[in-house]
């Protein structure tokens, strides 16, 4: 079962877990301590290479991890959209044809 908490609170998490403040992350990931802070409150967003930081930092799942970031992109986009389910029905869709596509014309 995929963790349901947002990508913030997942590094929140981590770092409260390992008992590491902060400010030692922040310095870890080089990134300023209140952008830090941001991400934890899912008041700015990380990037793929924060991410990956982050699960080797902490020993994480980093395929599980990035999941969960990039879901949280996605839901963030299409949550207030009226029809959210059947957008994400049909991007599943297009995805798939998609790749098809590529396989047959390799």
Do not use: H, W
């Amino acid at each position: 079962m995929q963790n349901l908490d947002s990508i913030g609170t997942q590094i929140r998490k981590l770092r409260e877990g390992a008992d590491m403040p902060l400010r030692k992350l922040a310095a870890l990931l080089d990134i300023d301590q209140s952008t830090l802070s941001k991400i934890e409150r899912d008041e700015r967003r990380a990037n793929t290479q924060i991410i990956e930081q982050i699960a080797t930092i902490f020993k994480s799942d980093k395929e599980k991890l990035l999941i969960s970031f990039y879901s949280d992109l996605v839901a963030y986009e299409i949550q207030e959209k009226k029809f959210f389910y059947e957008i994400l029905q049909v991007a599943e869709a297009k995805i798939e044809y998609q790749r098809n596509y590529k396989k047959k014309t390799e």
